[in-house]
């Protein structure tokens, strides 16, 4: 089955330390994108990626580093520079159109991240 | 500012019966709208884009109807199931700057709850 797997699904993060989020798809995608979730509030994204090796950031890219090396992979890092970690954070991928835009975003199941 | 608002924020519905969710988005210029349903703990999933033309559009039990002049969309459901108990949310996507990403704008969602 093509789709996407974040893991771990849930994750604790002590004071001072960098964890990192993985994100793998087998769909052939070539865009991927980083989003937080917080109760109440849109989704907001952090980071995304168009192709291998080139990536942008989004609206809350502060406290966030990512790579991708690998058209599958898309990790995501959370610094102990993001003060307010606590979210729900999803993956999510898309065919790369250059010209159209209205192909649907493919999202992982997530990772809930929160603060010993 | 790019907007998306969703109402009501919450509904409780009886089985069988039949709902419609509201967007109301002051997105410009205007790309598409989507419509995804968010099992909780679970990553959105797809269930209608529409363009500019597009006023309706169906997927099984689910109709999407979009006002482009008004900038306003709506999601019927007929005939709800408990396995429509979701958070349903509503994206808008605007092609600004010509990039091939566009920007997604998206609501808080609707949180639906049916019960037997």
């Known amino acids: 089955d093509g789709g996407i797997t974040q893991s771990p699904k849930y994750l604790f993060r002590k004071e001072g330390q960098n964890v990192t989020l993985s994100c793998e798809q087998n769909l052939n995608h070539d865009a991927m994108y980083w989003y937080r979730q917080d109760p109440g509030q849109g989704l907001r994204l952090i980071y995304y990626?168009?192709?291998?090796?080139?990536?942008q950031k989004g609206d809350i890219a502060e406290g966030y580093s990512v790579s991708r090396e690998k058209k599958e992979s898309f990790p995501l890092t959370v610094t102990s520079a993001q003060k307010n970690p606590t979210a729900f954070y999803l993956c999510?991928?898309?065919?790369?159109?250059?010209?159209?835009?209205?192909?649907?975003?493919?999202f992982g199941d997530g990772t809930r991240l929160s603060i010993l | 500012k790019n907007q998306v608002e969703q109402s009501p924020q919450s509904l409780i519905i009886l089985e069988g019966k039949n709902c419609t969710l509201q967007?109301?988005?002051?997105?410009?210029?205007?790309?598409?709208l989507r419509w995804y349903k968010q099992d909780t703990g679970r990553g959105p999933v797809s269930l209608t884009i529409m363009t500019f033309s597009e006023n309706t559009k169906s997927n099984g039990r689910y109709t999407a109807t979009l006002d482009a002049d008004t900038k306003q969309s709506s999601l019927h459901i007929t005939a709800s199931q408990l396995s429509d108990s979701a958070s349903y949310i509503c994206v808008v996507t605007t092609n600004a700057g010509g990039t091939s990403y566009g920007k997604l704008t998206f609501g808080q969602g609707t949180i639906l709850t049916v019960h037997p």
């Open positions: 990626s168009q192709i291998v090796n080139d990536f």
């Open positions: 967007c109301n988005y002051t997105v410009s210029p205007f790309s598409n």
């Open positions: 999510a991928s898309s065919i790369f159109n250059p010209v159209r835009s209205n192909q649907p975003q493919h």
